[in-house]
Structures are given as C-alpha cells and as structure tokens.
C-alpha cells in the first residue's frame, strides 16, 4: 500500500518523518477525502488518525486564500501535537497552521490567525475568538472533529454545535473518533451530507500487546506497584489514575521510595504539562503519573508498559489507556491493578470489548510499604497554592476492603 494521488512535496515531508507506507485508517481514508467525501472515521489510539485527515487538507486547500480549514480538538495538548503534526506534513507547502487553546494570551493567536489557511483549536477558545469577532469561517472549505467521543464526554458538543453554525453550508465535514455517541449520530444527520463510515482496527492485536490484571485489596496496591516498577523489565511506564488527587499521592510516595517520576493533569499550567511530556519523550524521566488527559491523542513516544491503578468510570477509557502502548508495531504490557471499586468498571470493559484477552497476574510476595497521605502540590498548579491532603491510609484509592471479589478471575485466560 503506498499513498496514491498524494502531492509530492507531502508524501517528501512524511519521508523526512520515516512515513513511507499509509496506516490502515489512512489507506482507507485519504482518497475518500480527497474525493470531497464526508467521512466519519474510527480506529485505535496511535494509528494514524490525524494524517488521516491532516494529509488531505494540506493537499486540498490553496496558499495565501485564508483560513480554509478548522480543525477543533478536545484538548490543549491534543491541539498542539496535531499542528505539530500537520506542520511536518506540510513542510513543503506553503501553508500557515495556527494552533488556538485556552489558558494563554490572545495577541499571538490573532497573529497567527490571520496568516494561517488552516487553524487547529479547542472549542471553548474558539468560540471566544468568535464571539470578539477576531476571526472569520465564512471560507471553510474542511471542517474536522478529532476525538469527537472526547468532545461530548467534556461537554463540548453545544459549543461545536455553535463553531459548525459559523461555517459554509457547502464545506466538508470529518469526524474522527473512537466511538459514534447519540450526540455524534444527531451531528451527523443534522449537518453531514451522505458521510462515509469509515472504520480500522480498533484495538492493538494480542501479538503486540499482553495484557494483565491482578486483584488486590485498597491498602496493597501501592507496595505491589512499587515492586512492579522494580521487577519489570520496563523502559517507559505511564501510570494512569482516575483522579488528580490520587495522581499527587502516587508521584509524592514514589519519590519518597526513590523512583524519580514526573505527573500530569488537567490542573496544571500549559507549559508545565508540555514540559513534562517532552521530558518524558526525551527519556529524562522514564514513569509517568497521569490523569485522563494523557489517554487520549498526546504524543507519547516509546511507551513500554501501562498501568492501570484504578479504572475511570468510564469502561472505554480503557482501551485509550492501553492504547499508550504497543504501538507502531512494537510490544507493550498494560496491568491493571483491581480492588473493590474497580470491578464494576473492569466487567464493563470485558462485556463491551470482547477481543481483549486479559490474564491474571499472580501477586506473589512484595515488601508492604508505608504510604504518606500529607502532600504539598507541586508548582504548576492553577491555584500555586500548597496544600494538604489528609485521606485514609492506602484508601485514596479505594472505598476500603470488603472482601476479595472474583469478577476478574471469572475472566481469566490461560496464556
């Protein structure tokens, strides 16, 4: 497979990146797009999506024409990685990308709006921009929804609603995510003209990417992933917590057992959260400890192992997660450390994901340590005030011990 009818200088641009061959979600994709199809599109994390629509807007749109394409984004740090993204694949053409988020000044936004021919941005600010009347879609030929799950999930869908009303009737729509919500569907059928679903595969296949959990009480699960980290042949870790709180306990008692580690979550700054993503890419820091904000669409390099200490409600936030690892066809190992407020969401994942395969890891013996529940936020936080947080020993984590459930082992599968 090769990237047929793509532009020259574009398929120069994605040699330079080592991209010589399209992902599936791409094959499929691209000539769709390029074709002026609307097209709804959905594979796993890491398979490519925003060339999937990146590379065709590039080859759609003319320089110095205005602003030609949006492209909204759930997140800041989603935002940034796709123009990041989309500026490499256009390097040899002569297109301006700016990127638009919340949380920083407005002046060298309108700056870059007014050169660029495609603009990549959140909602909430660009609905800002809009409502100042700072900017103009009235040229929109390629409107696009990456993450469009996430979107409604946050909240956004109202202010999408608001952005598409400011668009062309004629443009193009694209709608890239993991899944088609209730909200999406009314989307589609109130503004999409004979779309085009288009779908990859959508989990990393078991060759690639082993999967584990292990059944644990509240109070364990610290040492056990202490000793996890200790043990496991890992080069990059992300660990991923279910809430803010929980991520400072976990980053604090980790250093307090020698483990240098770096944390992200949606409270801290813009530059912060950057900051410790390209610290964690360039290898200067090897475990991270995040929050949702990183399951989703950040550019995480080389990640070998994934654990889960608690589950978000939400049972497809599992799959995103796992999805941080084994990817670009190398291997990976996600475990999943449960305890009684975890079953619930665990179940859900394996009734509504019925291709993962996920085994049961012994816990055998592990040091049980101490766990300090008296934490000073780190600076970078909105408030830049310290704080104390006094929770039950080990329960941070847990609603307390009530006894082992077998919702995990029914699942189990022999390797």
Do not use: W
């Not at 609307?38 to 807007?57: D, L």
């Not at 939400?314 to 990817?327: K, L, N």
Request: aromatic content about 8%; overall charge neutral.
């Amino acid at each position: 497979m090769s990237f047929e009818n793509v532009d020259p200088e574009i398929i120069r641009g994605l040699k330079e990146m080592g991209i010589t061959e399209p992902t599936e979600i791409q094959g499929k994709s691209i000539p769709l797009i390029l074709e002026g199809k609307e097209v709804i599109g959905g594979s796993k994390t890491g398979s490519g999506k925003t060339a999937a629509f990146g590379i065709p807007i590039i080859q759609l749109l003319q320089p110095q024409q205005g602003l030609q394409a949006l492209i909204l984004a759930p997140t800041r740090e989603l935002a940034v990685q796709i123009s990041n993204e989309m500026k490499k694949f256009s390097k040899y053409k002569q297109l301006s990308i700016a990127t638009v988020y919340g949380g920083v000044g407005y002046s060298q936004q309108l700056d870059e709006m007014d050169d660029a021919e495609i603009v990549v941005a959140t909602p909430g600010r660009m609905l800002d921009h809009l409502q100042q009347g700072n900017v103009d879609l009235s040229k929109i030929k390629i409107f696009t929804l990456d993450e469009a799950d996430k979107m409604v999930e946050m909240g956004f869908i109202e202010d999408v609603e608001k952005i598409l009303s400011q668009t062309p009737a004629n443009r193009q729509i694209l709608l890239f995510g993991a899944t088609i919500s209730y909200e999406i569907e009314q989307l589609k059928k109130r503004y999409m003209l004979n779309p085009v679903s288009v779908e990859a595969e959508r989990y990393v296949e078991e060759e690639f990417l082993k999967q584990y959990y292990c059944d644990l009480r509240p109070q364990e699960k610290f040492s056990f992933l202490v000793n996890l980290l200790k043990t496991e042949n890992s080069e990059k870790v992300i660990i991923f917590c279910s809430t803010r709180t929980t991520v400072e306990l976990i980053a604090h008692n980790l250093k307090k057992q020698g483990l240098k580690n770096a944390m992200i979550h949606g409270k801290l700054t813009q530059n912060k959260r950057l900051r410790v993503i390209d610290e964690f890419n360039n290898g200067n820091t090897t475990i991270l400890i995040a929050s949702a904000v990183a399951a989703r669409g950040l550019d995480i390099k080389d990640v070998t192992h994934v654990i889960n200490y608690d589950l978000a409600a939400d049972p497809q936030e599992y799959v995103h997660r796992v999805g941080r690892t084994a990817r670009a066809g190398e291997k990976g190992k996600a475990v999943t450390l449960l305890s009684d407020k975890d079953y619930q969401t665990f179940n859900q994942v394996l009734d509504r994901y019925h291709n993962l395969v996920i085994e049961e890891m012994a816990k055998g013996d592990f040091p049980r340590l101490g766990f300090d529940t008296r934490i000073e936020r780190q600076p970078g936080s909105f408030s830049g005030r310290n704080f104390r947080s006094r929770t039950r020993p080990y329960s941070g984590m847990g609603n307390g011990y009530r006894g082992q459930s077998s919702y995990g082992k029914r699942y189990a599968r022999s390797a």
